[in-house]
Structures are given as C-alpha cells and as structure tokens.
C-alpha cells in the first residue's frame, strides 16, 4: 500500500485552466523545459502534426526523430552554439520560413534550458515568449535517476544518488537555471507553469501543450492517451539497476533489447492501474523522501516563489524492500526472449568470475548477495553453491 505525500489537483480539467497561456501575436514560442517534463513527447507530436499546426498558425520547423519516436526537438540550434558554429543563420533561416507561412515560429528542445543569455541574444529583436514547464524537485529528481538506470546504465542505489545530487545542487537544480532565464528575458516574456504529471497522464500531453498555446485539439473518444516512456515502477527500475552491474555497457544491441522489454512492462503497469491510484505513478522508499525533504524543501519554495507558481509532488512511499514476487515476474517475462534470457545467465556467471577477485574482500559479500538475488531470478545450477562457497565462513 502507497501512502500519499502531498495533495496535488484531484482534477485535471481544473488544473489544465489554471494553466498560463502564451501572449497573442508573437513571432517566436521558445519551448526551454525544464528537463522531465515531457519535452521529448512534446516534440515528437509536433513533428508528427507539422501541417495541423499550420493551421493553427505554429511554424514547427522539421528536426530528427529517432526510431523509438524520442527527439531532442531543435537542438542543432543549441549544438551551433556549444561548437562556436552561425546559430543567428539557422535562426533567421527558421523565422524566414515562419513569416512567409503566415506563423509563429515555434521552436522546442531541454537543450536550450542551460543557454538562456545565448537564446535570448538570438529571438531579443522578436515579439518572443520562453515557455517552460517546472515539475516538483523531488519528482525531477527522482524522475532522474530512474532514466539514468533505464538509459545510462546506473548501478547507484537511489539513496546513494541523491546524497551526491545534493553536494552538486549548484550545477544542477531547476531554481538556478529558472532564475537565470527571469533575469536574462525577464517576467513579461516568460511563461512557465507547473508540470503535474497525473493530469497530463489522464489528458495527455498534447492537450496540455495546446492549451498553453490557446490551441484546441479535435475532439477524441475520451479514452486515456496510451503511455509513452513512462518510469520503470520500482520492482523492474531495481531489476534493471542490478542487470546494469552485470550486463557490460558495450553490449548496446542486449542492452535495447532488455528495455524493449522492460518499456512495455512499465507502460502496461501504469496503463492498468485504476483512476483512484492514478496519482501514485512514481513511489519511492520512505528513507528515500526523508532525504529528499533533508536537502531539497528549499528549492520548492524558491521555484514557486521565482514564478508565482504551486508545485506538488506526486512522489508516494512505498515499502523499502521490494516484493521478490514482482522482479520474478519480469524475470518470467523476459524467459519468453530464450536468446536474451540466457545471455543474461551467462553474464551473472560472468560476473562472478571476473569481479570477484578483482574486489576487495570486504566488498564481495554485498556482490554476493546481488549475484544470488540475480541468481534466484534467472537461476542457473550451481551457482548459488558457488557462491556461497566462496564466501568466508562465519564463526559460531
């Protein structure tokens, strides 16, 4: 059983119109952000609806979309300005195509969110506005360490992570960035609203981003959007932490082929769910939101006082220990993939015999206890033995 850490909008009809809207009669939108926020999702409805936007009179210049539908939007603007190349030439080239269509130009990418004197240098001679979303520091960061073991290959424990979060807040925390783009563009052309993810889920994501755009999406059947990319739910995200220990980050192809897996588990989990615990989509151990509040009440309040803005989290607790039943469960899931599976097998017994001598003694037991726990979802005979083999004998 979850239990609720905060009480966030129960209504997402009367959180969409609390929602600010962008001024009338501009020639660039500029989405910034922030990151975790949905800004992939964002982009990649864009991209797939060019023409209808058109119509609503939005410019969405065309820009790269992965095979997997995830994009980074405009970024080859913000890669001109990092590598010294002519971003005022895209930019001109993007506003040129806006005007002659009749549009406002609207551009898109997190990648602008740590540029904000370099955007504002190039859009200042524009009717412009910067448009960003702002999502709870706790969720962000939490919402961040889930993508690092889904994509990145984490084997940090997440209480270990946010201790580290903490000492290098200065570089990384969403008031910091936010505070640079009020006093480089300033209040009046900024628009930044709250990110509420339950709401989004339940209305889906384009309607939230139309909205703020004073655009109105065609009419739907009212079903609940399908999920895209959700967060691994804490049994497969520890599932794949102790995998990322013993699966090689070279082994790319292995690697996609597990997520492919593990992506359509995770949205199937949260697609299931009923719409009474629809807002208990990311839960997390009570050690770990004690640490959160211990380090991060601060930034709450700086970011709704930056924006005149109300942030809720939308983190609930969960057991600490997860359910050995549920990580068995994917670990069926994934046997039904014979040539992964197995691969998997191998890369466990791989693991003992690389690492274990090559670790000092006093660090093999908390390998060993991950390599057995690996060992119990995907077991191979005699490996346990083994193991506990080569542990030290404890005196009676």
Not at 221 to 250: C, D, F, Q, T
Not at 335 to 349: E, N, S, T, W
Request: glycine residues 4%; proline residues 6%.
């Amino acid at each position: 059983m979850t239990e609720s850490i905060t009480s966030p909008p129960t209504d997402p009809q009367q959180w969409l119109s609390r929602l600010k809207h962008v001024p009338k009669e501009l020639d660039v939108v500029i989405h910034v952000g922030a990151p975790k926020t949905g800004s992939s999702a964002f982009q990649t409805f864009c991209f797939e609806n060019r023409d209808w936007l058109a119509t609503q009179g939005y410019y969405y210049p065309p820009h790269p979309l992965g095979a997997n539908r995830i994009s980074s939007g405009h970024s080859e603007l913000s890669q001109a300005i990092k590598e010294g190349g002519h971003p005022e030439t895209i930019f001109a080239k993007y506003l040129a195509n806006a005007k002659s269509s009749g549009c406002t130009l609207l551009l898109s990418s997190e990648t602008f969110w740590s540029l904000p004197v370099e955007i504002h240098a190039l859009i200042k001679k524009s009717r412009y506005c910067v448009l960003a979303l702002i999502r709870h520091p706790f969720d962000t960061i939490v919402s961040s360490y889930n993508q690092l073991v889904k994509r990145h290959f984490s084997t940090t424990p997440l209480l270990t992570f946010i201790e580290d979060y903490a000492k290098a807040r200065h570089k990384r925390m969403t008031e910091q960035w936010l505070r640079l783009w009020v006093n480089t563009v300033g209040l009046e052309h900024l628009v930044v609203n709250p990110y509420h993810k339950s709401s989004i889920y339940q209305l889906g994501l384009s309607t939230a981003f139309m909205h703020m755009l004073r655009v109105t999406l065609p009419q739907t059947n009212g079903e609940r959007p399908p999920l895209l990319n959700s967060s691994y739910p804490p049994h497969i995200l520890e599932l794949k932490r102790m995998l990322n220990a013993v699966i090689p980050e070279a082994q790319t192809g292995i690697h996609k082929r597990l997520d492919t897996v593990l992506q359509h588990l995770s949205d199937q989990y949260f697609q299931d769910r009923s719409e009474i615990d629809v807002n208990a989509l990311i839960e997390v151990p009570q050690e770990a939101l004690a640490l959160l509040e211990t380090h991060f009440s601060g930034a709450v309040k700086n970011n709704m006082a930056l924006c005149d803005i109300e942030l809720h989290s939308e983190l609930t607790t969960s057991a600490s220990a997860i359910p050995a039943s549920s990580m068995a469960d994917v670990a069926t899931r994934l046997k039904q993939d014979a040539g992964l599976y197995c691969h998997i097998q191998r890369q466990i017994q791989q693991h003992l015999n690389n690492v274990w001598f090559a670790t000092p003694k006093n660090d093999r037991e908390a390998i060993a206890q991950m390599l057995m726990q690996l060992d119990q979802l995907f077991p191979k005979p005699n490996l346990v033995t083994r193991i506990k083999s080569m542990l030290p004998q404890k005196r009676t």
